[in-house]
């Protein structure tokens, strides 16, 4: 999967919800993590929408012990369902994830290098430089910061634009209540990748909108293709 255009991914540790994304969503975000069984659920898929399959370790506001959670998202890639995955830049700076990044690229699956800031939002030039890195390992760089007001979500959209213009892939979004907007509008600055669940009350990360509402948002915004 290019991810060359905006992609709206419907996240989801049930791969039942494919029939109730599939009018909305370009793929699903696959939460292994929140998966009892998630090898086996990818085994027996057969939606129509490709997988984007994140395994989001604890340390990064997931549920996935670090024993065999790199090698099970490896594992997922066998899958032809699974078209790109999700590794933390954490990992791949570390050098823990060399085998998976192997794995992917042998396979033809997309990798999205991404970081999570749970806590607040860097300065510009601390954004930039994570995020070109993002870039540098993976086929998409992904950057989640969260929001303490108005000025972090323009600096999140500033850095979108700015990387966008350099030709690199980037997925990006300010969490929380304040940076909710930049989930709609970061597509109109260049964000390739947008994440919102089929149900609400399901959401995977603070401030995300429900799958209609965002695929509405982003329309009236930034349609498809443009």
Do not use: C
Not at 124 to 152: C, E, F, Q, Y
Not at 174 to 203: L, Q, T
């Amino acid at each position: 999967m290019e991810f060359d255009s905006f992609s709206l991914a419907a996240s989801t540790a049930d791969l039942g919800d494919e029939p109730a994304a599939r009018e909305y969503a370009d793929l699903l975000e696959f939460r292994m993590d929140l998966a009892p069984e998630p090898l086996a659920a990818l085994e027996s898929y057969d939606g129509d929408l490709p997988v984007l399959a994140t395994n989001r370790a604890r340390w990064e506001g997931g549920e996935a012990d670090d024993e065999g959670r790199l090698e099970a998202l490896a594992a997922a890639t066998a899958n032809e369902s699974v078209a790109a995955i999700d590794v933390e830049l954490a990992s791949i700076r570390a050098g823990d994830a060399e085998a998976v990044l192997e794995t992917a690229r042998e396979r033809g699956v997309t990798v999205v290098a991404s970081a999570h800031d749970f806590e607040g939002t860097d300065d510009r030039a601390t954004l930039m430089r994570t995020l070109a890195l993002a870039t540098d390992r993976g086929d998409v760089g992904k950057l989640a910061v969260t929001a303490a007001s108005l000025a972090d979500a323009l600096e999140v959209l500033s850095v979108t634009r700015a990387l966008t213009e350099n030709g690199e892939r980037v997925a990006t979004m300010a969490m929380g209540e304040v940076g909710r907007h930049s989930r709609a509008v970061a597509p109109v600055y260049g964000s390739k990748i947008g994440y919102a669940p089929v149900d609400p009350a399901e959401a995977t990360a603070p401030g995300q909108y429900d799958l209609e509402t965002l695929a509405a948002l982003v329309e009236q915004l930034a349609p498809r293709g443009e």
